[in-house]
């Protein structure tokens, strides 16, 4: 008896790996759906029902791993945050410092002026006239912007026990959130790389 239980055992863990597996990749594909559909359509054309279409999943998979449509663009956007800081930490693996500021900034505008940022945009906007995800999105959003500034703080080299330069990176990050709301309109590449050659300048100025 205690074989056959043994056997038993063993075979429903390995029956529950697999489905450990694919139910990460469903999720995973749904986060990516929705960032697209944000980025692309906006909020109003967002729907679990899109979105589920465009990840190849049913709408009751869907709501299974999000039971509501906050649910899964709050998720959406911490996705896009974490993959912001992925990508930013990935640009300099070996640490900014032999890349110089100007590379760190023009990183951090492109962050900001990408399909990420866009996508984050989209829910802000929903946000600020949903009041059942207002609250989960400025959560979230002080939370993505200290790990932001905490990244710029590092990657910059900055020294914030002098007086200015933590209002100095966080002008930074303002103007390249700014920059990022611009580029929804038009994009001004040629006058976005005249800002960043002067706030490159001006971060010598002030952190050196």
């Not at 729907?47 to 009751?60: I, K, L, M, N």
């Not at 990935?90 to 100007?102: E, S, V």
């Not at 200290?146 to 080299?157: F, M, N, P, Q, T």
């Not at 103007?175 to 929804?184: F, T, V």
Request: aromatic share 4%; hydrophobic share 45%.
């Amino acid at each position: 008896m205690g074989g056959v239980s043994g056997a038993v055992s063993t075979a429903d863990r390995a029956e529950r790996v697999p489905k450990q597996d694919r139910s990460r990749a469903t999720r995973q594909r749904l986060l990516e759906a929705a960032v697209a559909c944000l980025a692309e359509h906006g909020w109003a054309g967002s729907t679990v029902s899109v979105v589920a279409e465009r990840a190849g999943v049913s709408r009751g998979a869907a709501q299974h791993h999000f039971p509501t449509r906050e649910d899964l663009f709050t998720a959406a956007v911490e996705y896009v945050a974490e993959e912001r800081s992925v990508a930013l930490r990935a640009l300099f693996p070996d640490g900014a410092a032999a890349a110089g500021r100007r590379a760190v900034v023009s990183a951090l505008v492109d962050l900001y002026t990408g399909p990420l940022f866009r996508a984050a945009l989209h829910l802000w906007v929903a946000a600020s006239n949903e009041e059942q995800l207002r609250g989960r999105v400025t959560e979230l959003e002080a939370r993505v912007g200290r790990e932001s500034h905490r990244i710029a703080v590092d990657l910059l080299g900055a020294d914030e026990t002098r007086p200015g330069v933590r209002e100095t990176v966080q002008g930074l990050l303002d103007m390249a959130r700014g920059l990022g709301l611009a580029n929804l309109l038009t994009d001004d590449g040629t006058r976005r790389e005249r800002v960043v050659e002067q706030w490159a300048r001006l971060l010598d100025e002030a952190l050196d």
